[in-house]
């Protein structure tokens, strides 16, 4: 069966431009969650997301948000993009929230900002 | 919150060696897997071993949840075994949020 499904796998954006990020789940699984690794702080919980809803959120700012749909996939979105929002972007899908079986990550999005 | 460390944070070895990488949890967890991050960023999923052990080929996992750590074995090292080796916790009560360790970097010279 398919993977977990990122795109863009690149993209290079401009101080203060917007940007929206989308991962598409394996199928049949529910739950969405999202990550930033930068250098620095290495891989920080961004949000989660089950049944288009959010089920919690991490230590960033209101500039990241995001949203589940139907079908499962999630976007996520940067507004106001600073030079440290620079990253590798990693979405993680599972059956449901607190399962038994792991997390199956996607190959990510790595976001340059200039 | 939970403390994930990771250890060595870096390892160096010659193709067929064999390492042994460390995982500490400050607190009891109800999910624990390992991953290794390719030189692309994907996180590969290793082992889901909230405790006990798994093997799979030159690779073995033991996570001891009382004494509240994890181990990582691989054997016979190949090149392709380098990059950064993750451990990653969840807690009962953390609503699904994934904690990571910050890593072990493996570098195995031909």
């Known amino acids: 069966k398919a993977g977990v499904t990122q795109t863009p796998r690149y993209l290079i954006k401009t101080r203060g431009q917007q940007v929206t990020l989308s991962c598409s789940p394996i199928s049949g699984h529910r739950s969405v969650s999202w990550y930033q690794q930068t250098p620095g702080q290495g891989l920080q919980f961004l949000f989660e997301y089950f049944s288009e809803t959010q089920r919690n959120k991490g230590n960033f700012p209101g500039r990241f948000s995001g949203r589940q749909f139907s079908n499962s996939r999630s976007e996520m979105n940067v507004s106001t993009l600073e030079l440290g929002d620079s990253a590798l972007y990693l979405c993680?899908?599972?059956?449901?929230?607190?399962?038994?079986?792991?997390?199956?990550f996607g190959s990510g999005t790595r976001l340059t900002v200039v | 919150g939970i403390q994930v460390e990771q250890s060595p944070p870096d390892l160096i070895l010659q193709e067929g060696a064999n390492s042994t990488l460390r995982c500490n949890f400050s607190?009891?967890?109800?999910?624990l897997q390992w991953f290794h991050q390719n030189p692309w960023g994907q996180l590969i999923n290793l082992f889901y071993?909230?405790?006990g052990t798994k093997q799979n080929g030159r690779l073995s996992a033991t996570t001891v949840a009382t004494e509240r750590y994890s181990l990582l074995y691989i054997s016979s090292s190949q090149t392709t075994d380098s990059g950064v080796y993750f451990c990653a916790v969840e807690r009962p009560t953390s609503a699904s949020k994934i904690i990571f360790g910050s890593g072990t970097r493996l570098s195995i010279r031909p």
């Open positions: 607190d009891s967890v109800n999910n």
């Open positions: 993680a899908s599972s059956l449901f929230p607190q399962n038994n079986y792991g997390y199956t």
């Open positions: 071993i909230p405790s």
